[in-house]
């Protein structure tokens, strides 16, 4: 419980030192706002017209106001209003997480399903043809980009299938739950794969310094059975860092798979950040970082308390 409210605690700190880091990064790109949204007919706007335009926007004061205007407005639960998609920054984070949440959750299961299995196959079987075979497709996992898989899979159902995934407008899993997955499927799929890769081969590994443990030699000098020592005996202690891998990649997700949601045009977060950007809608870059690095935070907290469920000898209040 020490160590629990001592990370709550430490939250608000990382908090706000990410609020200043993106801060400042997002008005160091060339550019503002009012350039970015209205382009080249920027140039038509008189003085006066982009001076009311900037205090309309907020960005007519000094860095240090502005800053301190929006933290305020934060600390109030307004991250302020979003120019990109006229509203305010929490309801369009609020319509686009859903998808991105589900996006990850069903990437990292099918992470989960493929890579284990196979990495701990690989495991009881090291050198054999069999694991030779796991790691040749772990290491083309891990070096493909997520984004060269994806073009090559929209190519091929599109030229020799004819097939064109669901793009543009999120099916809720509510709405039409076949819907749903047929047009989340794909991209989890492409996503997991990678990610499986990864965690293939830290399992196999893993497994490997479990099965070489005093406690599992002396399982297999009293006649236990392989399985049981496998699944019963090593696994346990084998999950350590494959729960590690899993919460820092599940993060990542959560933030968005930008380049997998563009591909197959799907409206999620990490899409809202790419976009926001791109019109230096600082408001929403500001709110959307905050809210993903808030994510980050909670995930790694849950799975430092996992640690505990998995092995009990770890104490988290000596950290």
């Known amino acids: ?79 302020g209003l979003s120019i990109t998609y006229g509203k305010p920054v929490l309801e369009v984070i609020a319509q686009r997480f859903p998808l991105t949440l589900e996006l990850a959750v069903l990437s990292l299961a099918i992470a989960l399903i493929i890579g284990m299995p196979a990495g701990i196959y690989a495991a009881t079987r090291q050198d054999k043809l069999s694991d030779l075979i796991v790691r040749m497709v772990a290491m083309i996992g891990q070096s493909t980009p997520n984004f060269v898989i994806g073009l090559v899979v929209l190519y091929i159902l599109s030229a020799l299938f004819g097939i064109s995934p669901t793009m543009g407008r999120y099916i809720g899993l509510r709405e039409d739950p076949i819907g749903n997955l047929t047009q989340l499927g794909l991209p989890a799929l492409i996503l997991g794969f990678s990610f499986a890769a990864s965690v293939a081969r830290i399992s196999r590994s893993s497994m490997l310094d479990v099965l070489n443990e005093d406690y599992v030699r002396t399982a297999r000098a009293k006649g236990v059975k392989r399985g049981s020592v496998i699944w019963k005996h090593a696994l346990r202690n084998a999950l350590i860092p494959v729960v590690t891998l899993s919460g820092v990649e599940f993060g990542y997700l959560l933030g968005g798979a930008v380049i997998v949601e563009q591909i197959f045009a799907l409206p999620g977060l990490g899409r809202v950040v790419l976009e926001a950007i791109g019109q230096r809608d600082y408001a929403m870059v500001q709110g959307s970082i905050l809210f993903i690095a808030l994510n980050f935070l909670v995930v790694n907290l849950l799975v430092d308390l996992l640690y505990v469920a998995l092995d009990p000898r770890i104490r988290l209040e000596t950290r």
């Open 1 to 79: 419980m020490t160590y629990f409210l001592r990370r709550l605690i430490t939250f608000p700190l990382i908090m706000l030192g990410v609020s200043i880091l993106v801060f400042v990064a997002i008005r160091l790109i060339p550019g503002d706002s009012i350039t970015a949204m209205l382009g080249t007919e920027s140039g038509l706007l008189t003085p006066d017209q982009r001076a009311a335009l900037a205090q309309y926007f907020g960005i007519d004061q000094n860095w240090l106001v502005q800053y301190g205007r929006w933290i305020w407005g934060v600390l109030q639960g307004d991250f």
